[in-house]
């Protein structure tokens, strides 16, 4: 069974930075597709990153250039680095592997 469990949210100021781990088990990373997804209140999940086993990313055009993502295949651990953190980037964020949902780590960008 996959689980997946992340952390690293909090509350930051804007301009500020946070980084967001995302840890499996039950899965091996190496060959998958790995996702982070945010969803603020009253919208719906947008995606935000995504790493391809190849090491290509991509990236949700509000994030390019402030948000990272990495993955760290033998620890099974996905992180998404957000530095110059907005009050628009409060959401909840979720990583998402092979059709399996984290429970979410609440992200607030307020000074």
């Known amino acids: 069974q996959v689980q997946l469990v992340e952390s690293g949210g909090g509350l930051v100021q804007p301009g500020g930075s946070l980084r967001l781990s995302c840890a499996a088990s039950g899965i091996t990373f190496r060959s998958l597709t790995l996702r982070w997804y945010r969803q603020a209140p009253g919208n719906q999940r947008e995606l935000v990153a995504v790493s391809f086993s190849d090491g290509i990313t991509n990236y949700a055009d509000s994030v390019k250039g402030r948000f990272t993502i990495s993955r760290d295949n033998a620890k099974n651990t996905v992180y998404l680095q957000m530095n110059s953190l907005k009050p628009e980037d409060t959401a909840v964020y979720y990583c998402?592997?092979?059709?399996?949902w984290g429970q979410g780590t609440q992200v607030t960008v307020s000074s």
């Open positions: 998402y592997v092979r059709a399996t």
